[in-house]
């Protein structure tokens, strides 16, 4: 009785659900009519067995009705509230300990995405193959998935370390009309940032490794080279799990959003922040991992910046609602009514309450 509403209100939403046929060869492009690109961050889905798993840290009284199905609503709710051109899942997608069977629970974590035909896109968490499945069996299943984006690693690259580092390049408005629609104008990254240190002296979580910052620099070099002729071409945002060393750089005197628990990144520094800053386009990074911070501090002109818990059976904060982040990058109108380079990147919150208010206005770049 308790889950029987959810269940119709999800399939009632999934009906509602805007219809934008994709296919696998199509290219992602900024919005003729709003000249805007929407990129919805989910982090830490933490999704198990559906209806037969519980929620985490909600009100008592909240709890005899809560489970994973929660998360699918929420997910539900905020693709039909901010009709995402794309939709990033950070990591911690599935919660391997708890998953019966992993196949069934990412299908059922991505399903409202898959039902929307918006393009997505997921990286690989600390959790997800913490059950039957292996880091590259779960990164391959999230490829072969409808309407993904994601890649297993990039292409004519022979060593990289970990499963699902990827970039995609997302294009002006109009094919051919000018050197915008040509290019990218907004270049997505997605790295894996590992799982645990297999390296015994070095206690706690994965980094980003050399191989993955060097694919990261020739393809971030290669798409500026490309851009050169038009300024402002070429702006990039970043996407992985586990918050950069830097992240520990603020407080709440230089953030916009909360701190509520410590950064947990991995225990040494293997340089990825410095590889950001210089290579200069990347001028927003988002991650997951810690539900209950979800801020976004500016370091040396990089926006560091939490997606905040989403998903109701990872931990969280009782009374504290779950949340997901938008990106919204706009591009700059021309004289002559054409759409030219991206102009400014902004984000906000909307939290999982009954008006899914939006908090936290901020702007992460401006021309
Ligand atoms: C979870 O979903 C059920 C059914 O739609 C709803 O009654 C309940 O309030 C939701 N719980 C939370 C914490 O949102
Ligand atoms: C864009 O590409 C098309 C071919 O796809 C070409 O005809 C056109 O000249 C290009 N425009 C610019 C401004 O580079
Ligand atoms: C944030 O403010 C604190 C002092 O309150 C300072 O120590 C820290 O360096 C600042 N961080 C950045 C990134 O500006
Ligand atoms: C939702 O909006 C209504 C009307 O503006 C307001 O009365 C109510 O307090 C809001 N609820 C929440 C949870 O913000």
């Known amino acids: 009785m308790a889950r029987l509403p959810s269940i119709i209100t999800v399939f009632l939403l999934s009906l509602f659900s805007i219809s934008i046929p994709v296919n ?8 003729k009519k709003t000249g805007e690109f929407r990129i919805l961050q989910v982090a830490d889905m933490h999704y198990a067995d559906g209806s037969k798993t519980p929620c985490e840290n909600v009100l008592p009284q909240q709890l005899p009705h809560c489970s994973d199905l929660n998360t699918t609503l929420f997910l539900h709710r905020m693709i039909h509230a901010d009709k995402p051109d794309l939709i990033v899942f950070t990591g911690d997608n599935i919660y391997g300990p708890d998953t019966t069977d992993p196949v069934a629970s990412m299908n059922a974590a991505f399903a409202p995405a898959v039902s929307s035909n918006i393009p997505w896109a997921a990286v690989l968490g600390n959790h997800d193959q913490e059950s ?13 998935m409808k309407h993904s984006f994601s890649q297993l690693n990039p292409p004519g690259v022979d060593v990289i370390d970990g499963f699902g580092n990827y970039n995609l390049e997302v294009h002006g408005v109009d094919k051919g009309s000018n050197h915008e629609s040509n290019e990218s104008v907004l270049n997505l990254y997605f790295l894996d940032s590992g799982d645990y240190s297999t390296v015994p002296s070095i206690p706690g979580y994965g980094w980003i490794k050399p191989s993955q910052q060097f694919w990261f620099q020739q393809t971030s070099s290669k798409l500026r080279e490309k851009s050169k002729a038009a300024p402002g071409v070429g702006i990039g945002l970043a996407y992985f799990h586990i918050p950069l060393p830097e992240y520990s750089g603020f407080d709440a005197s230089n953030v916009t959003g909360v701190k509520q628990e410590g950064i947990s990144s991995a225990s040494i520094n293997s340089g990825f922040f410095s590889a950001l800053v210089e290579s200069g386009d990347v001028k927003g990074v988002f991650t997951g991992h810690d539900h209950i911070n979800d801020f976004c501090g500016e370091m040396m002109g990089v926006k560091l910046c939490y997606g905040g818990g989403f998903g109701y059976h990872a931990y969280g904060k009782a009374g504290w609602s779950r949340r997901g982040r938008v990106v919204v990058a706009s591009l700059e109108k021309k004289l002559d009514g054409s759409w030219g380079a991206v102009k400014s990147i902004e984000t906000y919150k909307r939290l999982d309450d009954d008006n899914l208010t939006v908090i936290d206005k901020q702007v992460v770049w401006s021309s």
């Open 132 to 144: 039957t499945l292996s880091r590259e069996h779960v990164m391959r299943h999230i490829v072969g």
């Open 24 to 31: 696998r060869t199509q290219q992602l492009r900024f919005n």
